[in-house]
C-alpha cells in the first residue's frame, strides 16, 4: 500500500472528501433517525400529559387535528402507527400503538381508538 498525503485522490474525490460525504450521511442518518417515535417514548406517553410533553416524548405528529396526534414511520415497509387522543384542555386521555404485521405489540390505553 503506497502512503498518501493528507487530501490525496484516489478514485477521484479525494480522501478528506470521501470522508466529510461519511460524515454527512452518518449526520443526517442521525438526524432522520431521532424523528421516528419509539416504543419507549410511545410508553412513556401517559393520561392527562400535555400536547406539548408529548411532542417532545415521540416529536412531530405524522397528522394532526385538534383532538387526535397520529404517528406513522417514514419507511413504507414499517405499518406502525401511534395515535394520540386529547381532550378539550389539550391533555392526553387516550393513547394506541398498531402494527397489523405485528398484533402482539399493539397496545390501548385509554379512550384510543
Do not use: H
Amino acid at each position: 500500500m503506497v502512503a498518501r498525503p493528507r487530501g490525496s485522490r484516489r478514485g477521484g474525490i479525494s480522501v478528506s472528501g470521501r470522508m466529510l460525504w461519511v460524515a454527512v450521511a452518518v449526520a443526517g442518518g442521525l438526524a432522520l433517525g431521532g424523528c421516528e417515535f419509539t416504543r419507549q417514548g410511545f410508553q412513556t406517553v401517559s393520561l392527562g400529559q400535555a400536547q406539548a410533553d408529548v411532542q417532545k416524548l415521540l416529536g412531530p405528529p405524522t397528522y394532526r387535528t385538534d383532538t387526535e396526534w397520529v404517528y406513522t414511520r417514514s419507511d413504507p415497509r414499517d405499518l406502525t402507527k401511534v395515535t394520540v387522543r386529547f381532550d378539550a384542555e389539550k391533555k392526553v386521555v387516550g393513547k394506541a400503538w398498531q402494527n397489523p404485521e405485528k398484533p402482539w405489540e399493539n397496545l390501548r390505553e385509554g379512550q384510543a381508538p
